[in-house]
């Protein structure tokens, strides 16, 4: 198996990795829920605004960036009027949610697109790192994505087996677009700094509609701010420790 081919693959699968903490939870309270979400939110608003908005800087223009981070944050937008809502509830002794997951579930899934055919475009390209520094942070922040989907689905009275399941299933949707994008190298490379821009404006639509709104108002809202900067210092020092 090429590097390439291995560097594609390890990036897709991070996002079951991601989700297989879920098994360990027997029971999520408030708490410990808000600083979960809040931290999760933290890595996600490092890897848009420290990997993936540099990343596409690199490679074009501020036009181009701000188009394609508003494409992003809109299409999600759009997406919410047609599909099921997710809104968390809560019930007295811990953290429930209504059945309609399909909006997260579908988010997750369709902004993974094209970050798997930015990554396979970046492998393919003629500079060396671009595949690398691409990958990674992707990759980074498909964990925690990994992680938020079986949680909404484990809090959903969904089994932690299926949880992980579907979570997984997201990802290998981005490992069969970074494969396509490969492949059409020619015609996805200039594409690549449009698709990490969209995927770092779907990322922060989720963060500010559904993450940080859902962790300042249950009582723990400091905690929450404290576990948000950690999330964001964590996935800047892992960013630099591999640059």
């Known amino acids: 198996m090429s590097s390439h081919v291995m560097g594609m693959v390890l990036c897709a699968l991070t996002t079951g990795i991601g989700a ?3 098994l360990l939870f027997r029971r999520i309270s408030h708490r410990r829920m808000d600083i979960l979400l809040a931290y999760t939110a933290g890595v996600m608003v490092a890897a848009s605004t420290y990997g993936l ?5 690199k490679l074009t223009n501020l036009y181009v960036l ?5 494409m992003g944050a809109l299409l999600l937008s759009l997406l919410e009027q047609f599909v099921p809502h997710v809104d968390l509830h809560h019930e007295r002794g811990g953290v429930a949610l ?7 579930v579908m988010a997750m899934a369709l902004h993974n697109v ?10 393919a390209s003629d500079s060396d790192n671009l595949g690398v520094i691409v990958s990674l942070s992707i990759g980074l922040q498909n964990a925690p994505e990994g992680f938020l989907v079986a949680l ?3 809090n959903q009275r969904v089994s932690r087996r299926i949880a992980v399941l579907v979570a997984s299933l997201t990802g290998l949707i981005e ?6 994008g ?7 490379a200039s594409l690549v700094p449009y698709g990490l821009a969209f995927a770092a404006g779907a990322m922060l639509f989720i963060v500010y509609k559904e993450l940080i709104p859902e962790t300042h108002g249950h009582g723990y809202e400091r905690s929450a701010t404290f576990a948000f900067l950690l999330g964001l210092l964590s996935m800047i020092s892992v960013v630099e420790w591999f640059r």
């Open 98 to 104: 209504p059945r309609e997951s399909l909006t997260l």
């Open 20 to 22: 297989i903490p879920v």
């Open 53 to 57: 908005i540099p990343a596409s800087l």
């Open 152 to 154: 909404f689905l484990v």
């Open 175 to 180: 490992m069969a677009a970074a494969f396509l």
């Open 182 to 188: 490969y492949h059409l190298a020619s015609i996805a």
């Open 66 to 70: 701000f188009f394609s981070v508003l």
């Open 114 to 123: 094209p970050e798997g055919l930015s990554v396979g475009a970046s492998f």
